[in-house]
T-cell receptor
Framework: GQQLNQSPQSMFIQEGEDVSMNCTSS?????WLWYKQDPGEGPVLLIA?????ELTSNGRLTAQFGITRKDSFLNISASIPSDVGIYFC??????FGPGTRLSVLP | DAGVIQSPRHEVTEMGQEVTLRCKPI?????LFWYRQTMMRGLELLIY????????DSGMPEDRFSAKMPNASFSTLKIQPSEPRDSAVYFC????????????FGQGTRLTVV
């Protein structure tokens, strides 16, 4: 089956810093989805990518579909306290990666 | 729309008891997913349905777990008998147009088996 890896597993950053995280897969994907999970809630979609090389932004978030179709990247610019949470990548059939836990220090 | 609705929100049960988790997907969505989330194993896809038919149940951990979708507006995940290692948060999600499109999640059921 699909195997997804995310890095880093966790990160602590200062408010205002930019954040980068990535996701790799053991197989080629036609879809990459990035979700965020707040404590006590279910994941919520941030960005969806459907084409290799695609670069998509949603406010301070930017995600890219890697040209190898085996990876994707998520960047958050000028982090704020409400960015705290777990960020998941997901591939086809909404199989999720292990997540990157983000903490933002004031 | 009220979103995906799960019940109960919390469940505490004794080992060996049967547990039934319930989910009402968003109206019009034809895909329904069940996930289990733990610190150790992350967010695992257990099973998903398309038009009420189970498509892939390869994530179901063992025969103690079963899922049904008798109609487009209701699904259950049953564990019988329950064990302490089943303690987790169970999420239901639904999507429209395909399994690779945005999934909308419920708030989850936190199951504790003592």
């Amino acid at each position: 089956g699909q195997q997804l890896n995310q890095s880093p597993q966790s990160m602590f950053i200062q408010e205002g810093e930019d954040v980068s995280m990535n996701c790799t897969s053991s197989s080629i994907f036609n879809t990459w989805l990035w979700y965020k999970q707040d404590p006590g809630e279910g994941p919520v979609l941030l960005i969806a990518l459907y084409k290799a090389g695609e670069l998509t932004s949603n406010g301070r978030l930017t995600a890219q579909f890697g040209i190898t179709r085996k990876d994707s990247f998520l960047n958050i610019s000028a982090s704020i306290p409400s960015d705290v949470g777990i960020y998941f990548c997901a591939g086809p059939v909404n199989v999720f990666g292990p997540g990157t836990r983000l903490s933002v220090l004031p | 729309d009220a979103g995906v609705i799960q019940s109960p929100r919390h469940e505490v049960t004794e080992m060996g008891q049967e547990v039934t988790l319930r989910c009402k997907p968003i109206s019009g969505h034809d895909y329904l997913f069940w996930y289990r989330q733990t610190m150790m194993r992350g967010l695992e896809l257990l099973i998903y349905f398309n038009n009420n038919v189970p498509i892939d149940d390869s994530g179901m951990p063992e025969d103690r777990f079963s899922a049904k979708m008798p109609n487009a507006s209701f699904s259950t995940l049953k564990i019988q008998p329950s064990e302490p290692r089943d303690s987790a948060v169970y999420f239901c999600a639904s999507s429209s147009t395909g399994p690779a499109t945005e999934a909308f999640f419920g708030q989850g059921t936190r199951l504790t088996v003592v």
